[in-house]
């Protein structure tokens, strides 16, 4: 079957206005044949999920190629030479392998954070670039619940512990994870409080339950336990350091299963090591780990790799969504989830 498409030519500098286009007639079947989808994963999907992802990609007629385990960037560039799609994981989508990726239209994240693909490289070739929100994140809260528990039971040493029961723990970023934190942390019998700037639907905390407060050193003074889930931008970067860890009240613990980026390490080492009572746990270690294990002990723990989203239910919800959005997109220009600059004609 024939389509007529209106590619772009030339665009205005300030975006995704077209001042010239030209068109051409596709058989759409013929062209999809030839598309292919390249899967580039450092940290492999289970098999039950690269089935799945196949599947879905075979029966809308795309070949699909596979990267599994490499060891260097240059593997990557190599692979991305002639595909049309790709899916990552937690790969490194920079603008070098944005560049060798001639034919490249779209980057699928299968996972929520997307500060691995160069988003400016992308878009200045209008490559659509989306993520697969909500899939893994009941997996990153109950990594974020059990890293509560498991530090408050001194790592499961011996010693006297403490209890969730009772206790307050705030939820910084009320996104996809910190709202199934906070629902996992009130059937615990804990007291919730939040803080999210963007979300402006009130009726979401007082549905569940939970205490809004109006600003960030509020939330951290109040929290026994702090439950990070605020992405890394320009904005957070850094932005938890001694001030805030600081004002937290006795023997606290700062879990983090965000990203490490927005810790400034330099200062929470100096909080730690001046209040002795606090704690760090974390599922992205620090690039200063092995001083803050030395230094910490029991006070901090960092997963050996990144866990979070590293369940079998988490990895074949993201890699599934993440080769349905791909069809989507081809297929019906679908780009609910594209976390670029839209380019012109996407829904
Ligand atoms: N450990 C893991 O394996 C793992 C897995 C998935 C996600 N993550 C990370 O968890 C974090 C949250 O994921 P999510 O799925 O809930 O994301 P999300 O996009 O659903 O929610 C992010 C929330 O952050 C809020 N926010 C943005 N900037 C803020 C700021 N300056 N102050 C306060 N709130 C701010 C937004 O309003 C939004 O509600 C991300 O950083 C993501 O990268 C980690």
Request: with cysteine; net charge negative.
């Amino acid at each position: 079957m024939g389509y007529t498409y209106h590619l772009p030519k030339e665009r205005d500098p300030l975006g995704c206005n077209y001042i010239e286009w030209e068109t051409e007639v596709i058989d759409f079947m013929e062209y999809r044949k030839n598309m292919k989808i390249l899967v580039a994963t450092e940290k492999p999907f289970a098999k039950k999920a690269l089935d799945g992802i196949t599947e879905i990609l075979q029966a809308a007629g795309y070949e699909v190629a596979l990267l599994e385990k490499y060891t260097e960037k240059e593997q990557l560039i190599e692979a991305v030479k002639d595909v049309d799609g790709l899916i990552v994981r937690s790969d490194k989508v920079t603008a070098e392998v944005i560049e060798a990726a001639e034919q490249l239209k779209i980057v699928v994240r299968a996972g929520a954070g997307f500060d691995n693909v160069d988003l400016e490289a992308a878009s200045a070739r209008d490559i659509v670039v989306m993520n697969t929100p909500g899939q893994n994140s009941n997996a990153v809260a109950e990594l974020a619940l059990a890293m509560m528990i498991y530090m408050s039971r001194n790592r499961f040493t011996p010693g006297t512990g403490m209890e969730l029961l009772g206790k307050t723990v705030g939820i910084h970023a009320y996104g996809n994870v910190g709202r199934l934190v906070a629902r996992k942390a009130k059937a615990l019998g804990m007291n919730v409080i939040a803080y999210d700037p963007f979300v402006t639907d009130n009726a979401l905390f007082e549905n569940d339950g939970v205490e809004q407060v109006g600003t960030i050193e509020e939330l951290y003074a109040g929290s026994d336990f702090l439950s990070l889930h605020i992405p890394a931008t320009d904005a957070t970067r850094k932005s938890i350091g001694y001030k805030l860890m600081m004002s937290m009240p006795k023997g606290a613990t700062l879990v983090n299963t965000a990203r490490k980026e927005v810790i400034d390490e330099i200062g929470l080492e100096a909080a730690m090591t001046e209040r002795t009572d606090l704690k760090y746990v974390t599922d992205i270690a620090p690039d200063d780990v092995a001083t803050m294990t030395a230094m910490f002990g029991n006070r901090f723990f960092a997963t050996p790799k990144k866990m979070g989203a590293e369940t079998a239910e988490a990895n074949i919800n993201a890699g599934l969504a993440a080769a349905r959005q791909i069809v989507g997109y081809f297929e019906k220009g679908e780009c609910r989830f594209q976390v670029n600059k839209k380019p012109c004609g996407c829904k």
